[in-house]
């Protein structure tokens, strides 16, 4: 797309859909230091001549204290970020950060999956048929959907990014685009719906989890994860940018807003049931420990949820 990029104003909120909005930080592209995270960021195409003059609003829910950025990319540059600003050869060049600062290495990201996925399989046995069904929203290159399936489960994923998919299909592993594209019969069956790192990415995440609803069996989970971006107020940082990137991040929520957009949309809050992935005794102790403290632990924007 030619000229320069277009934005649409989020007038309620994400959440409560509460009109009651006010500004938290605002700023232009071209100012540092976000000028220079965006810079070094890998990018197909640079977004920055599309962003000249271009600026952003990061606004907050005074009813239930959501943040969000108030101006995002219009659908049509929305769909262009996908496709050409975040192309194949930039995702790869992003999921070759393994094991730098702020990047899980493989094996850590190796048993994260399966922690979920023992999880997942023991808090499903009751009304459970066999085997496990898994649907993975934003399932990005289908490791999770892949891991999943090493444990027999029948595993779909949905992701809007082109370049994901096809990345996704050199592993063998099948991705749609869209809810739509899913069989019928597939509604209601799933035992569980995992959104990884995926709510802070949509433009509606409540619309999302409505009609993610229909496709979870009674009972079933819903698994959720997102950076928790309670305490960020500014881009100053590039931990601060990574928490609240405004052409990727756009949604901020902290543990208590995660677990208010899940209610509102028909679950209810469970604890989640710890799976050891390790061998080593000083990692299955803290394991351990952490599932005894777990009603005292500080909350996490890591939830698991039941459907009501």
Known sequence: MDGLAQFRVRETCITCRSARIEPVCEGHYADEPLRGFLAADPWGESPMPA????WWRLVRCTECGTRFHGRILTPEWRAHCLRVWMSGDAIEAFEARDGQ????????????????VLSIEAMTRDGRRDPLKILDFGCGSGEFLAHAAL??????????SPARRAFAG????SIVADLADLPEELRGSFDAVTLFEVLEHLDDPRAVLESLRPW????????????DAAHVSAIRTLDEYRLIHPLDHINAFSPRTLGEIA????????RRRLGYTSAGPVQTLKRE????????A?????QYFRAA
């Open 170 to 173: 050199r592993s063998e592993v």
């Open 101 to 116: 600062a702020g990047f899980p290495s493989r094996f850590d990201k190796a048993a994260f999956w399966t922690g979920h």
């Open 216 to 227: 979870v069996r009674q009972g079933g989970l819903l698994v959720l994860e997102t950076p």
């Open 289 to 296: 420990a952490r599932r005894l403290l777990q009603i005292a």
């Open 263 to 270: 209610r509102l949309c028909g679950f209810r809050r469970v």
């Open 151 to 160: 444990f027999g489960a029948r595993a779909y994923g949905i992701d809007a």
């Open 51 to 54: 962003l000249a003059g271009a």
């Open 298 to 302: 500080k909350p996490t924007t890591r």
